[in-house]
Nanobody, 122 residues
């Protein structure tokens, strides 16, 4: 059974950093693409970045301040959020799909975590 559990969200002030974690289980983590997304209140879900099992390094984040990494030994994915801004407030999700390449759309991801809330406010 595929399971993704995000953690690491919280309330921070503008300019601060957070590292989000995604614990993966129930599938060959090394062989699936893993992506990060976010959804702010009243807005559509937005893709941030993805690591394919082919290339092994993340696609360029749509937010230059965010960096994704994977630890294959621990079955963990991470999203480092730097210089956070109030507009970064959202629920952040990790997702995966049984495909080595990063899907072009969030709709093509098969499995999602429950999300972790990030709130940036002074």
């Amino acid at each position: 059974q595929v399971r993704l559990v995000e953690s690491g969200g919280g309330l921070v002030q503008p300019g601060e950093s957070l590292r989000l974690s995604c614990a993966a289980s129930g599938f060959p983590f090394y062989d699936y693409a893993v992506g990060w997304f976010r959804q702010a209140p009243g807005k559509e879900r937005e893709g941030i970045t993805c690591i394919s099992s082919i290339v092994g390094r993340p696609t360029n984040s749509v937010k230059g301040r965010f960096t994704m990494s994977k630890d294959l030994a621990k079955n963990m994915a991470y999203l480092q959020l730097n210089n956070l801004k109030p507009e970064d407030t959202a629920v952040y999700y990790c997702a995966t799909t049984p495909d080595r390449a990063c899907p072009p759309s969030g709709r093509e991801y098969s499995y999602w975590g429950q999300g972790t809330q990030v709130t940036v406010s002074s």
